[in-house]
């Protein structure tokens, strides 16, 4: 473990930080148009993409914008359930000290689904040179993609996110159910994906968190329901940035938690919630253009043009190694079923979703690429910082991904994605790409928090062993 205290050391910056906000103005602008605003809320988006923050009186807007709030870099040595990983060395060692985190440009909205007027605004945190902090994911998606500005190509993004409706009164330790149909009297049931009427079981909901979106300026497309009872995915429009591509999507998790909740239901993202049922993906789509505009995947071969192909290879060859990344706790490796549409192996393919990569069929100009690896709970900065890592290797080492994959990948290639979060954590602790790609000190606190997390998972009695041991050994 490297020493952790100097959290702003050179290796760690990133270039391209964002501009400062012009926060009074914006602070002005807004109450104007929201004079009844009573409070706002100050979102950052930990390691594991949780929401944490801090809610403030309307009367500070113009202060939080232009000089914003501090928070404890230890945001980011939190584990899941909220407790400090002090082997992060941001914590107790280092004081607990605060940082500044400062707005997001554009990500200032009043929240439709609060019955008190409230605002919204996302947040990043900066470190002691006004920089990016370097264990923010935002910042390493940030660096990452300052590369490939400095490169003069635009990388475009569109995430896809799916998620389960469960009902709500659910007790502490049961497992999920799916909810009641609202004037049908019975659960949610069957698995008839693509089905309209699974729609409109849950139609009000669907409509509201579209509704919210478009309020929030989250540009979402269609709707689809899955492969369970209450399972949907709604996908989000491209993006010619990255970081709005990510933002929409935390963002978009908290609109639907928010929205169910309205409705008395609740929503999950959690990979696999249900042992028996298809579990959650989080897909990107991405292609790259230069100066001009230009898509350097368009061709009128699906197979697209040699930076499609060098792109995808640089993804193969790194994507078993940053499988942690992709699948970041227990349960998203109960995700890595046969038969359940995930991946098993580094393949790719031309209109295939049996494959990793998948070169989805369309007209020549719209040519993108489309990773299939990651769950729905995974932190959409780090899912997105590390495909274009991945692109980017390619790219400089003209990879060739060999022949693209014809029919059902899980039966022509052996499997090489494993089910071990333990082994998966210690492949990415291995991997030198991954080090230098996001940044050795980020690295070092994913790993020391997801290791912490882990040993307390396995620490655990579950009612699973007392039911076939307590009495029978």
């Known amino acids: 473990m490297r020493d952790l205290a100097n959290t702003d050391a050179p290796q760690d910056r990133f270039p391209g930080a964002e501009p400062a906000w012009d926060g009074a103005d914006a602070a002005r602008r807004f109450l104007a148009d929201n004079p009844d605003l009573a409070c706002v809320e100050l979102l950052l988006p930990d390691l594991a993409g949780v929401m944490r923050g801090k809610r403030a009186p309307a009367a500070d807007l113009a202060k939080l914008l232009t000089r914003g709030i ?40 009043r929240v439709p689904w609060r019955p008190r007027p409230t605002a919204q605004v996302l947040m990043r945190m900066t ?10 994911p935002r910042a390493v998606l940030e660096g990452v993609a300052a590369r490939f500005a400095a490169r003069g190509l635009v990388p475009v993004a569109a995430l896809e996110l799916e998620f389960y409706l469960v009902a709500a009164d659910r007790a502490p330790g049961a497992p999920p159910r799916p909810p009641e149909v609202p004037g049908r009297g019975h659960a949610a049931g069957g698995t008839q994906v693509y089905a309209l009427d699974d729609l409109d079981d849950f139609d009000a909901v669907l409509e509201e968190i579209q509704a919210c979106c478009r309020c929030l300026d989250i540009p ?5 329901a899955e492969y369970a009872p209450a399972q949907y995915e709604i996908n989000l429009r491209h993006r010619p940035c990255v970081l709005a591509a990510a933002d929409d999507a935390v963002l978009f998790k908290r609109v639907v938690k928010q929205v169910a909740a309205k409705h008395g239901l609740a929503a999950t993202f959690m990979a696999k919630p ?36 060098h792109a995808i290879g640089g993804l193969l060859a790194h994507m078993a190694e940053g499988q942690a990344l ?6 998203a490796y109960r995700r890595f079923r046969r038969g359940c549409y995930v991946p098993h192996a580094p393949t790719w393919g031309i ?104 040993d307390r998972f396995h620490s655990l009695v579950s009612p699973l062993e007392h039911e076939w041991y307590l009495e029978r050994l």
Do not use: M
Request: glycine share 12%; hydrophobic share 40%; with cysteine.
């Open 127 to 136: 470190g002691e040179d006004g920089g990016p902090f370097f264990a923010d």
């Open 70 to 109: 501090d928070l404890p870099g230890s945001v980011y040595g939190l584990d899941i359930t909220g407790a400090t990983v002090e082997e992060t060395g941001l914590g107790l060692s280092i004081g607990d000290a605060d940082r500044v985190c400062l707005p997001v440009e554009g990500r200032l909205a």
């Open 351 to 454: 209109n295939n979703r049996t494959v990793a990569v998948r070169v989805p069929r369309g007209p020549a100009d719209q040519r993108r690429l489309e990773h299939r690896l990651a769950g729905a709970d995974a932190n959409p900065y780090l899912v997105v910082a590390a495909i274009l890592a991945a692109v980017e290797w390619g790219l400089d080492q003209r990879l060739e991904p060999g022949p693209p994959i014809l029919g059902d990948a899980e039966s022509a290639v052996d499997p090489a994605f494993g089910t071990s979060w333990a082994l998966a954590l210690d492949g990415l602790a291995g991997s030198r790409f991954y080090a230098e790609a996001l940044g050795h000190g980020f690295l070092d606190v994913y790993l020391a928090v997801k290791r912490s997390e882990r």
């Open 326 to 331: 992709f699948a970041q706790n227990q349960n």
């Open 220 to 224: 979402v497309d269609s709707a689809v």
């Open 274 to 309: 249900y042992a028996e049922l298809a579990g959650s993906g989080l897909h990107v789509h991405l292609s790259l253009l230069d100066r001009a505009g230009r898509n350097l995947f368009a061709d009128d071969d699906p197979a697209g043009t040699p930076e499609l192909r």
